[in-house]
């Protein structure tokens, strides 16, 4: 989803003019909470019931800052991209007791890169890129993804790479334009046109959507109001025909529930289990 801050904006252009407006969505409307990397304290509080958390340091680029949660005897692994918002010491607690019984380990990835004063999707892509093939040599098996919201489109961007096994995206977009509009709630009268900066062109769920080699799974939701049900389904029906493909509908889940649905897990569960012997 954009962050919060930049309905403000929005509703000030509204407010101000008194008539029909036009918001360019910028990089800092996708991006703009810099993350501190994690203290070995709070690495020590995230590693419990036999999980390990720690620094994932790449070989092909230590400037990113992700971790590595490793849990016994793991079969494979779940590399996932969250939110704008999300915490990573809110995501991993969300996550494994889920993938644990799995027997995946999971790695995340806190988008502000170490030596960066600010991200934006390039950089952000290149980093997520990296990550997956470091992911991929140290495995014990398997590679999936998984990404919601904003990190949906860096895991759709995934589902290009035949080294990938599979790929769940939760709440994906097409735009960050188009995202503007649906969010505009009571306003969206009055937002005539949506815009976004050049540099956020490669957040576009149907053009991904359309390089797309590997299985996916799409989840959405009825109460999703950050991004709607039929945003997702668009960028569903742009998955080339012949893919292995499925389009999950939840009902009463907000956009911050999805992983907290066991529909969800059912369903992620046969994409990413299926090639773990």
């Keep these: 989803m954009l962050h919060r801050g930049f309905m403000k904006k929005v509703m000030a252009i509204v407010l101000v003019g008194s008539v029909a407006a036009c918001y360019t969505v910028r990089n800092e409307d996708m991006f703009p909470i810099q993350r501190s990397s994690l203290s070995e304290s709070q690495l020590a509080a995230v590693s419990i019931g036999g999980v390990h958390v720690e620094r994932l340091v790449l070989q092909q680029d230590v400037s990113v800052d992700a971790y590595i949660a490793r849990v016994p005897d793991a079969r494979g692994t779940v590399v996932f991209f969250g939110g704008n918002g999300n915490e990573v010491t809110g995501v991993l607690p969300n996550l494994l007791p889920h993938l644990q019984p799995m027997h995946l380990d999971l790695i995340v990835m806190n988008y502000w890169a170490t030596d960066q004063r600010q991200s934006n999707a390039d950089s952000i892509r290149i980093s997520a890129n990296r990550l997956i093939s470091e992911a991929i040599e140290i495995s014990s098996g398997p590679v999936c993804v998984m990404g919601h919201s904003v990190g949906a489109w860096f895991a759709l961007d995934a589902a290009s790479r035949r080294d990938v096994s599979g790929v769940v995206l939760a709440a994906v977009g097409t735009t960050p334009s188009d995202l503007t509009i649906a ?95």
């Design 183 to 277: 969010q505009a709630g009571i306003w969206r009268p009055f937002l005539w046109h949506s815009a976004q900066d050049e540099s956020l062109g490669l957040l576009d769920g149907i053009q991904l959507a359309g390089k797309a080699v590997t299985p996916v799974l799409v989840v959405t939701s009825t109460e999703d109001r950050d991004i709607p049900a039929r945003l997702s389904a668009e960028v569903y029906n742009a998955l080339p025909p012949t893919l292995e493909k499925r389009l999950l509908t939840l009902h009463g889940v907000s956009h911050g529930g999805y992983f907290r649905s066991a529909e969800l897990w059912d369903a992620a569960s046969q994409v990413l289990c299926r090639t773990i012997q």
